[in-house]
Nanobody, 125 residues
Framework: QVQLVESGGGSVQTGGSLRLSCVVS???????????MGWFRQAPGKQREMVAR????????IYTDSAKGRFTISLDNAKSTLFLQMNDLKPEDTAMYYC???????????????WGQGSQVTVSA
C-alpha cells in the first residue's frame, strides 16, 4: 500500500520561507507511469495545479512559471522523502499543497496516482 505523509505547512508573512516534506512508503513501481513525483496546490475556489515535478531516476526538476526561482523540489531516495523548499512566499501562494507520486499528463492536465493528505500554506501580506 502506497502512503504519502506530509509535514511542514504553516503560516508566514510575505517574503518568508517554508519547507514541505513528504515521506513515501510502499512505492516501488518502476513502470513508465511512475517516473515523476511532484507537488501540487489548490487555492480556495481554484482548480488544483502542479507546482513542480522531479524525475525519480535522474532527479531532474521541472517548475511551473509561478514556482521558478523561488521554489526548489528535491528527492532523497535513500530516505524516501520528497521536499519542497519555498522562498520569497507571496499571498498568492496561499493554498493546500499536496505531494504526489506517479505524476502524469492525463486528460489534458497533470494528475497523479497517489496523493499526500495535504498541507496548508498561508501567506499574509
Amino acid at each position: 500500500q502506497v502512503q504519502l505523509v506530509e509535514s511542514g505547512g504553516g503560516s508566514v508573512q510575505t517574503g518568508g520561507s517554508l519547507r514541505l516534506s513528504c515521506v513515501v512508503s510502499g512505492y516501488t513501481s518502476s513502470n513508465s507511469d511512475d517516473r515523476w513525483m511532484g507537488w501540487f496546490r489548490q487555492a480556495p475556489g481554484k482548480q488544483r495545479e502542479m507546482v513542480a515535478r522531479i524525475s525519480r531516476a535522474y532527479g531532474t526538476p521541472i517548475y511551473t512559471d509561478s514556482a521558478k526561482g523561488r521554489f526548489t523540489i528535491s528527492l532523497d531516495n535513500a530516505k524516501s522523502t520528497l521536499f519542497l523548499q519555498m522562498n520569497d512566499l507571496k499571498p498568492e501562494d496561499t493554498a493546500m499543497y499536496y505531494c504526489a507520486a506517479g505524476v502524469m499528463w492525463s486528460n489534458m492536465k497533470w494528475d497523479a496516482r497517489y496523493w499526500g493528505q495535504g498541507s496548508q500554506v498561508t501567506v499574509s501580506a
